[in-house]
């Protein structure tokens, strides 16, 4: 994207002040529409938060319960009622960490999986109504421009520089 597809044209640090300002005041608009379509979503009956935790098991293999808390920045006890949901119904197990035996890791089971794939398909499908009337381009560059802003915010909240000059890893969540 070059500065003159910018809705600013920002080419100045006046320009670009005026473009972190938008940003700046639409992201918690963003967070509320997010926090509102999940309550909405959560009325289904199922315990969406727990649900969400099987992205990052699905992407990074067996994890521990402890670094899947590190991970999704949540309070280590909430993450253990998540996952104690979870394997009740049948959709994590726990195996035995081969590096500490007194440990475990998480893995998805084969009904967590289907459950995880209904979830997606959920999200796809609303996502894809949401953005039925844009054009194919502006929806591939603001995917791909919102992958980076979470990349870069998921660093700075690691504690690392934004890596914005390198490409943009695809993650599923």
Do not use: Y
């Not at 990074?60 to 006890?77: I, K």
């Not at 959709?91 to 209904?118: F, H, M, P, Y």
């Amino acid at each position: 994207m070059t500065a003159s597809d910018t809705p600013h044209g920002a080419t100045d640090a006046v320009g670009r002040l005026e473009d972190v300002r938008a940003l700046s005041n639409l992201l918690p608009r963003f967070m509320r529409a997010a926090a509102a379509h999940k309550s909405q979503l959560a009325t289904d009956g199922r315990d969406r938060a727990a649900l969400v935790l099987l992205f990052p098991i699905r992407r990074l293999g067996p994890l521990r319960q402890g670094a899947l808390a590190e991970l999704v920045h949540a309070d280590p006890s909430t993450v253990s009622r998540h996952v104690t949901t979870l394997v009740e119904q049948g959709l994590v197990s726990r195996i035995a960490d081969e590096s500490d035996g007194r440990a475990s890791r998480l893995v998805i089971t084969g009904t967590g999986q289907k459950a995880l794939e209904g979830l997606c398909k959920e999200r796809e499908s609303q996502l894809d109504r949401i953005t039925a009337t844009w054009d194919p381009a502006d929806l591939a560059i603001f995917a791909r421009l919102f992958g980076r802003l979470i990349d870069d915010l998921e660093a700075s909240l690691n504690g690392a520089s934004p890596t914005s000059a390198t490409p943009v890893q695809r993650r599923t969540r």
